[in-house]
């Protein structure tokens, strides 16, 4: 498999001329290889950034499309991305490191690139079918352009550096994945870009004889194909949440889906597997929401159910959803009381926090307001204001929701995304994190009495950036309650930061704002924000984590969702 080496560019000429491009619809002639892959350095490089990005872009998209026909191991398919005249480093035949043992039985086999060979495309090739043939199956193949410069005039052609990322199943039926990283050289040929050079930086493979986790939401009733987005009846581009409760108080999780055209509950039936009955027990409609809640707001020993929303009014016109709150008959079955209950807001709601705030016994809930960018935009990229102010709403002895979040110091015009509530301080009573979109996040700490001082800048947590969500957990094992935080990351935005001459303030804002998830560790005087090379912290488009122990060793583990889903073609992208 691949994995990230050393980070040193090969040996590059600068100025060397690429292998020269092959016309279309000539033959090519013989490919004399050499002895060694130098890598070309353009001498009159690009200089526009804007130039230099779009046709970074445009590389990537090339990329997407080899990396398809990778996928589908289909290797004749792959040969116009690559060059007649192409030389690389073999994918096979390198010289084996020590293999390392990973946590959980993970076994990572590196390789030692000096070893590899210099072929042509076809037995470059041959060595990617070596790789990933034997294979059971290819999940996905993702390649990344992390840098590029690009020679100025035509014929057009530059230096890629690329990162690419193999996952599936083994000959053995365990999973796998493979990490390449390498420098090359890539060309614009008859409306095409195609690789000319490739010089290998490193090839990891990690593997395990077989998986912790099986996929099994067919055998047991969970999977659902919805309609493609774009088509009638079908406006979301996204799942929006769900959640686990015991509905009908049979000691078994039921599950609610928040759906189009209607919403799904899942329960547990006693012979296995899962029966949707959201219709028979009151909650298929109205169709759609956000984040989902089972809690018991009333003290009366079953699993209500609140449900986020986005809606609103377009004059007398409603539009979506308001929040809703389905309170349990103490028999599973469910009766929408949100209007009666103060649980009917009009909000721009993504997601749901319940916690006793003021330890009067009852629940109570915070409730997460993005903002509507096709009707206002967020108004900064650093620290946006203009989102819907988020709600504290407060249990009233189960009679009822009352709207206090002013009182109780919690006013927040920002996109929130997701809150998480603990008491990090130990003092007893449970404060709150909100992670938000386009800015810096809050720590509010409660003062025992349920009002709340954002405290994030003086424990430095507020982790300027695109959050998605946070999860409390103790992941060093020392007793304290640490903190992780998702957030969006981009590999385009750190290509173009890479590029930028002036290293101020605002070049550390922006690259911050592209660098991905954080790890805080608890200190005693705050917090301590783990380096990226701890690692924990790469999963794209982030949205929900959770910290569970995974592997059963004692010690907690991180998933993290990815909410941005591609196609397998550049269009899809």
């Not at 792959?78 to 060059?83: G, H, I, T, Y």
């Not at 990322?165 to 390498?182: I, N």
């Not at 509507?372 to 009822?400: H, I, K, M, Y």
């Not at 790469?538 to 959770?546: E, Q, R």
Request: aromatic residues 10%.
């Amino acid at each position: 498999m691949l994995a990230l080496g050393a980070c040193s560019e090969p040996d590059a000429p600068v100025g060397s001329e690429p292998p020269r491009a092959t016309p279309a619809g000539a033959a090519p002639a013989a490919v004399v290889l050499p002895a060694r892959v130098d890598i070309a350095v353009p001498a009159r490089p690009l200089v526009d950034l804007q130039q230099v990005e779009d046709a970074s872009e445009s590389v990537a998209n090339a990329l997407v499309e080899l990396a398809d026909k990778l996928r589908r191991r289909d290797f004749e398919a792959a040969k116009p991305w690559l060059s007649p005249e192409f030389c690389g480093h073999s994918l096979m035949g390198m010289t084996a490191r020590e293999p390392e043992l990973l946590p959980a039985s993970v076994r990572k086999m590196a390789y030692d690139v000096t070893s590899a060979r210099v072929v042509g495309r076809d037995d470059f090739l041959a060595g990617a079918a070596d790789l990933l043939g034997g294979w059971q199956r290819v999940e996905w193949v993702t390649p990344k352009v992390k840098a590029a410069e690009f020679e100025s005039g035509t014929p057009s052609w530059g230096r890629v550096r690329q990162q690419w990322s193999f996952y599936g199943t083994a000959e053995d039926g365990g999973p796998c994945s493979v990490v390449m990283w390498a420098w090359t050289n890539v060309e614009h040929v008859a409306g095409r870009w195609r690789i000319s050079r490739l010089a290998l930086e490193s090839l990891e493979r990690t593997s395990r004889a077989r998986a912790i986790f099986t996929d099994v939401a067919n055998a047991v009733g969970l999977a659902r194909a919805g309609i493609r987005f774009g088509r009638p009846g079908n406006k979301s581009f996204a799942w929006n949440g769900a959640a686990a409760g015991d509905v009908n108080a049979d000691g078994a999780w039921d599950l609610y889906v928040p759906a189009r055209p209607a919403n799904q509950l899942y329960v547990s039936a006693s012979a296995g597997g899962f029966e949707d009955q959201a219709a028979a027990r009151g909650v298929a409609l109205p169709a759609g929401g956000t984040g989902a809640l089972f809690f018991d707001f009333d003290n009366d020993l079953d699993s209500d159910l609140a449900v986020a929303d986005v809606g609103g009014r377009d004059g007398d016109e409603l539009i979506g959803n308001p929040l809703r709150l389905y309170v349990n008959d103490g028999q599973g079955r469910y009766a929408e009381q949100g209007a009666e209950l103060g649980f009917d807001a009009l909000a721009h709601a993504y997601s749901l926090c319940a916690f006793d705030a003021d330890l009067d016994g009852w629940l109570d809930v915070y409730v997460c307001n993005y903002g509507r960018v096709e009707v206002e935009p967020n108004d900064s990229w650093f620290q946006a204001t203009n989102g819907t102010p988020d709600l504290f709403l407060r249990n009233n002895a189960g009679q009822g929701f009352l709207e206090e979040s002013a009182a109780r110091g919690l006013v927040d015009t920002s996109w929130s995304y997701a809150a998480a509530a603990a008491d990090f301080d130990e003092d007893g009573d449970p404060d709150l994190y909100v992670a938000n979109d386009y800015g810096t996040n809050f720590l509010y700490r409660n003062d025992g009495r349920g009002h709340f001082e954002d405290v994030a800048a003086q424990l430095g947590v507020e982790d300027l950036g695109n959050g998605m969500g946070a999860s409390w957990g103790d992941l060093d094992s020392d007793g304290r309650l640490d903190l992780y935080v998702a957030n969006m990351s981009s590999t385009a935005g750190k290509r173009i930061l890479e590029r930028m001459p002036e290293r101020d303030e605002r070049w550390k804002d922006l690259s911050k704002l592209a660098a991905g998830n954080t790890i805080f560790l608890r200190r005693d005087e705050g917090f301590e924000r783990l380096p990226s090379a701890r690692g924990g912290i790469g999963a794209s488009w982030a949205w929900a984590p959770a910290l569970f122990d995974i592997d059963l060793d004692g010690m907690l583990d991180i998933y993290c969702c990815s909410g941005y889903v591609t196609g397998d073609t550049a269009a899809d992208t």
